[in-house]
Structure formats: C-alpha cells, structure tokens
C-alpha cells in the first residue's frame, strides 16, 4: 500500500471512534493551506448535552436565525472542540465538517458536502497544521487527488482514479511547476512510468514495470462519510428554543 493511502487509511481509522463529546471556551485551529470558508462556529446555544455526567458540555448546538447553524463536539473529553458540524440552510443537512484526530486543538480533516453528499476533502495527513492533500469524491469513491508530498505549500503530485483505483500519477519532481513524471496503472497496479528529460513537457523516455516486480494493488479509496445521523437531525429539544429566540444571533 503507497504512504498516501496508508494516511487516509489511518485518518479514516480514527474517524470511526464512537464516542461524541464541547467546551465552551476551547476550540480547533483550521489548518494553513485550507480552501475552506472561514467560518467560526459561533451563535445562541439551543441545545447542549454532557454526555459522560462530568459537568461540562460535550455536545452543544448553535443557531442563528432561527435554524441549527453549527455543532460542536469534545470526542474524548478533554475540553476542546474535536468535530464541528455546518448545516445548510435548511438546518438538516451537514455542509461542512472539520475534525481533529490527534486531539491537539487543531483540525487535520475538512469534509464538504453538497445536498448531503461528500464532495470532497482536506488531509492535514502528518498533523503539522498544513493541508498536504485535496481529494475530490464522486459516488462514495475518491475520483481525483492532489498532494503537496515535500510540504512546500505547492502541489506536486495529481491523481486520477476510477472506482476508487488509481489509474494515472502526474508529478513535478523538481518543483519547477511543470509535469516531468508520469505513472500508468492498471487495475490499480503500476504498469508504465514516463519521464521528460528535457523540460518540454512532454514524456521522452519510458519504462514498462515487468508484471512479476508488481506488487499488489492498493485497496480501492472509499470518500468515507461520517455517520451524520445522531448530531445532524434537529431533535425537539432543539426545535423549540430555536422558534423562541427567533432571528437573535
């Protein structure tokens, strides 16, 4: 398995902790590099829950104009903000997610949505604050990438994929900003490197990769979407506040 796909294997494995837990104070950074809108979370609280019964809220929700706005949650409560929610206009469908898995108060996934479904993300996949991977979903699956793989703040390296195999590698290998390497597979499997010798831009020189040096195939790369149910319905509690406070922000 390639280093990216063990990063966003390992991001997706820590995505999957069960436990939900939001202290008022303590928020998340957004990592540098991100396209994301630069929303704050912030609002009337219309509904809050301590969910261990330590006193603290774990689980709070926020509105304004009269709709869930936002929701913030303390995984593994320590008292700073590990997930937060955006919702559309509507109220009910997630527009945005930001998540900190090494719960140092710092965001190092951003997840977009549209009409409820994940469109795409942003891997901060070695938790130094940079954004280092873009990945664009389409059915559940990844359909194309880009990395920063020298953390250099530009990319250099473009994917394509299908089915969530990757089927073509662009690189920039000396970071001049043009293709100079390009990688072929098949079945997820590499089977053709091209390289540009004299910076034209375009392959002179190629390489077959004899089928017996192949290793196996990546495993397919799932967009995975969180499960969204519990935090993103607007329950009664909710509601109700919500039509109290009217258009207060």
Not at 89 to 96: R, T
Request: glycine fraction near 10%.
């Amino acid at each position: 398995m390639s280093n990216f796909a063990h990063a966003v294997v390992g991001l997706a494995a820590l995505a999957s902790l069960p436990s939900l837990a939001c202290s008022k104070g303590s928020s998340s950074t957004t990592p540098q590099g991100s396209k994301a809108e630069a929303l704050q979370c912030k609002g009337n609280q219309i509904a809050a829950t301590d969910v261990n019964g330590d006193g603290r809220v774990d689980i709070e929700h926020i509105g304004r104009n009269g709709r869930l706005f936002c929701t913030r949650a303390d995984m593994n409560f320590d008292g700073k903000v590990d997930v937060e929610r955006f919702y559309d206009a509507d109220g009910v469908h997630v527009a945005q997610e930001r998540q900190d898995f090494d719960f140092d108060g710092r965001f190092d996934q951003l997840s977009f949505y549209e009409s409820g479904q994940l469109v795409r993300k942003e891997l901060d996949t070695n938790f130094d604050n940079t954004i280092d991977t873009w990945l664009w979903c389409g059915n559940g699956w990844v359909i194309r990438a880009e990395r920063d793989r020298e953390r250099k703040g530009q990319v250099d390296v473009w994917e394509t994929y299908e089915q969530g195999l990757i089927t073509e590698a662009k690189y920039d290998e000396d970071h001049d900003g043009r293709i100079d390497k390009w990688d072929s597979f098949r079945g997820g499997k590499l089977v053709l490197t091209q390289y540009d010798d004299n910076g034209d831009g375009e392959p002179d020189r190629s390489r077959d990769m004899p089928r017996q040096s192949v290793g196996p195939a990546d495993d397919p790369l799932r967009c995975e979407s969180a499960d969204l149910a519990e935090v993103a319905s607007v329950p009664v509690e909710v509601a109700e506040p919500m039509q109290a406070q009217g258009g207060q922000r």
